[in-house]
């Protein structure tokens, strides 16, 4: 087992009706709040309405429309001087994960004097951030329980994960019945990102018995619950469940202890909706069977059997390979029943900017240091055979 | 799937050799350091010293030879006299869950004016405690991970769980080679403790596929381990994968958002250790199978069978009954394979005092609200079977 230093001071508070407890929780912060927001769907569910019901004492500055892989301008730097503009005490995040990753990068921004970029691109540490609360309508990031968000600069084509101690949101409300009516591409997108969180800490040299326990029952829990939430979008349980698992994504617990993956299709899927803006999740999906395929190897083929034999329950009898290859199977053909294109063509990627994708994640992501290592040529492979 | 309202803020420091930060930790919170500590197996194993060094620059004021089943008086008393008279800012526990526990309390004394028992009991809501930072040298309670302690108190033959979310340590450094010393009795009982706060949380009415995975895998990973860490006391991965099991036991992350259990094992245990001073876990050991025998019947069978085809990989084509008895049994001789005195005569315990336990538990732990509810007559039972 690896060394680890771990700590998630977040304050979950989750189930039906728990949003009663938001100006009791906002008032240990302060009165001036900037409330963030996308394209309106916290309004159609009535959230919004409720949130500004419960907080009519307090002073509320908003910044809306915040885009799905938010963007450094003007997003980010709007809520930057609306925060200064307004001295504003605590950022109110309602939404999915990229409301929540954009408000991150403000409460940085708004307690430095510099250009907000210089924190984003790790060229200066963050020394102080606005508190941050959140409530979130998305089961998929596990944005809500960590200190991390992904920023992208159009301009330039980068897709930062930008990462601070100081960005663990302060309160996460989780209220499942704000997911009922997140739409089947939202759902399956949610489940193929969190599959993949898990996932890019299960691929790894070394886990724990109780570690690989967790991270199979997520995964599992994540296909069975993503159905049920599709045939029938206000199963409570299953929204519940898909929700807590996908909370647990990217603050570590899966993985206490585990040798370090490099998260390899993260970095990768990054450039794809970086370039061409699609929907994080699906991206997600599409490259994952043709990485397993491409690190299939005698040396990694054991971990593959373990998630073929303990998700799928592949029959462990057969050949390793054999489970192998049958595990892969699965996952794709998993990524298909919910939906989801499984071809870059079909979210509208060519062949034609795969070559510079694939140098730019080389040259930005690290993942030559990643489980199995992937340099320019095994990048651009695995782009070309999502195709 | 029940609301829950979660948060464990404290920072968990795992590892080889992590205690070299303990210096910068300390700074966080003062100079003025009460160091708690047992019976001195940690001069023993040299951490006394290393301590000791590691903090030459602090004023050190220490409270030794707190007791196993930790007693309000005098250990929690002279903790807190020392903390007023030397104005101390921090408690630095170093040792395994009971001197945690008592320094939980101490924290919590030093900060409240009238007799710390109105805290312990209940009576008075603290408002303030100290920091506390641990070291833990025992894989076992979780303490030091979660807000409670539970303290003794002879005269009365009280042992009451005092929890309060003040006393989550700020910071646990947990280093597995601390443990490489531990006697094959104590790692066996530490191993019966842990399993026990699993199933404590894994039989109830409603859990998740999630929740029960991440137990069954803990379970697994608890009994897999400590017959490694008996076999070979200093290997590594074993002694760790038991440590980070064991730490997650009592701060609820292994079943938010199921029902309550209501902690039936603890509750009654806690009388056993109270009357006669017994080992925790071997007391925890010894009912388990007797209370899983009484509480088995038509409506609990499913969550036996789940227990027993999940975690001793039990036929699932066999009669519903036979694998709940069958998953009892394998229970039982697991405890008895680590060597675990499995009958209340081995440890002391005669018939004479049962019935007055009985009632002793029957009007402090509320177990008639319990999964199975226990009345006085059932706790004799249990009690009685175990003899």
Redesign the interface.
């Known amino acids: 087992?690896?060394?680890?230093?771990?700590?998630?001071?977040?304050?979950?508070?989750?189930?039906?009706d728990?949003i009663k407890e938001l100006p009791e929780v906002m008032n240990q912060f302060g009165k001036k709040i900037l409330l963030t927001y996308g394209g309106g769907s916290i309004k159609k569910i009535g959230l919004y309405d409720k949130v500004k019901e419960l907080l009519k004492d307090f002073d509320i500055y908003e910044l809306s429309g915040i885009e799905p892989n938010p963007k450094y301008d003007p997003s980010v730097l709007d809520g930057v001087k609306m925060c200064k503009e307004n001295d504003v005490d605590v950022i109110l995040a309602v939404g999915g994960g990229s409301v929540l990753d954009c408000s991150k990068a403000i409460a940085a921004g708004a307690k430095y004097d510099g250009d907000p970029w210089d924190l984003i691109s790790y060229q200066v540490k963050a020394k102080d951030a606005l508190p941050i609360v959140d409530i979130i309508t998305l089961a998929a990031t596990g944005s809500e329980y960590d200190a991390g968000g992904v920023i992208s600069r159009t301009e330039t084509n980068d897709k930062i994960g930008y990462v601070d101690p100081l960005l663990f949101p302060a309160v996460s409300f989780l209220d499942?019945t704000y997911t009922f009516t997140v739409s089947k591409k939202q759902t399956a997108a949610g489940c193929a990102d969190a599959m993949n969180h898990i996932m890019e800490q299960y691929f790894c040299e070394d886990s724990?018995?109780?570690?690989?326990?967790?991270m199979?029952?997520?995964l599992?829990?994540l296909m069975?619950?993503a159905k049920k939430c599709l045939d029938n979008p206000e199963d409570?349980?299953a929204r519940?469940?898909m929700m807590?698992?996908c909370t647990y994504g990217c603050n570590g617990?899966y993985s206490?202890?585990n040798s370090q993956s490099g998260w390899p299709l993260h970095g990768m899927e990054h450039a794809l909706s970086a370039y061409y803006d699609i929907t994080h999740g699906e991206g997600l999906a599409i490259i994952t069977p043709r990485w397993m395929k491409h690190v299939l190897s005698e040396k990694t083929v054991d971990r593959f059997v373990k998630y073929g034999v303990n998700v799928f329950n592949i029959d462990p009898s057969l050949d390793k390979m054999d489970i192998a290859n049958k595990a892969i199977e699965e996952t794709y053909k998993f990524f298909e029943s919910i939906n989801i294109p499984m071809h870059l063509r079909e979210v509208g990627i060519d062949e034609s900017r795969i070559d510079e994708m694939a140098h730019h994640v080389a040259i930005n992501e690290g993942l030559d240091e990643a489980w199995v290592p992937l340099q320019e040529k095994d990048i651009s492979d695995i782009f070309r055979a999502s195709l």
Chains 1, 2 share one sequence.
């Open positions: 087992m690896q060394n680890f230093d771990y700590h998630t001071p977040t304050r979950l508070i989750f189930g039906k728990v499942p724990t018995l109780l570690n690989d326990g967790f199979e029952a997520g599992k829990s069975i619950n409570y349980n519940a469940e807590l698992t617990i206490l202890g």
